[in-house]
């Protein structure tokens, strides 16, 4: 049986009732139906657990928070990643210390692992005992994980972390700066304006002065066109110079893109 078929007989397996002896009603239960499947997740097969780890966050129920959090340390990637998803499911019924753990998944060794666990933290919310750790990783945290953390920021909208980002714009690496500027964005704080003028105008890479001239069209004013027209006359990049035309039609008066909804797509 392909892993496909098994994960699917395994879900009827579990959702049917027949793990056990129990009346038919309490079979059906969604709390008697989420401690099986934690006991799943304990299994010996990895499918199994996958299956599990899935099925709980189908359901979510707060009761299968532990169970998860303890697969996040799963020798199967697969496993995490899914754990990861499933607390997210679960969203903000889920404790502190379970949040914390998602914060720590952003550090696993596998990209998918850390980044089920930074959209996960968009549904939990931010925690207040989070933010120390997520700004640590932000500036200590390998390249993926720095990746990580500033998806997660983007996704938890936390003013708390506006310093980190900001010192974030000037990372080696390039897709941790256009996920600081997506994130600063999303704050909607226009004391980021001027940084963002200086990176359309000099980063390196493409997709950071294209992230620029996007969140510069979204957040500002007439003080930006001359920014955002010099770059649009000397920029030879075609995407930025498609994104810094929008911006300029965004934010000048007479213009008649007025929405991002209208944005180049």
Known sequence: MNNVLFSIAVSAWILLGTVGCQPEAKQHDPLSITATLV????DSSPDIRRTAALSLGKIGHSAGTQGLVNALSDPDTLVREYSAWALGQIGEEINT??????????????????????????????RKPMIPLLLEGLTV?????????VQALMQLE?????????????????EVRQG????L???????????LRKILLEDRSVGVRTEAAYRIGKLGDQA?????????QEDTTAIVHLWTTWAIENISPDSKVTDSENAPK
């Open 180 to 183: 600081a500027i997506a994130a």
């Open 224 to 232: 930006d066109l001359i920014s955002l027209q010099k770059a649009a």
């Open 158 to 174: 936390g003013k708390e972390s506006y310093s980190a980002l900001l010192t974030a714009l000037k990372d080696s690496d390039a």
């Open 97 to 126: 210390d379970a949040a914390m753990a998602l914060v720590a998944a952003l550090g696993d060794e596998h990209p998918m692992v850390k980044a089920s666990a930074a959209k996960a933290l968009g549904n939990v919310g931010l």
């Open 39 to 42: 006991e799943l997740l304990r």
């Open 185 to 195: 964005g999303e704050l909607g704080d226009r004391q980021v304006l001027p940084s």
């Open 141 to 149: 945290g390998e390249v993926k994980s720095r990746r990580a953390v």
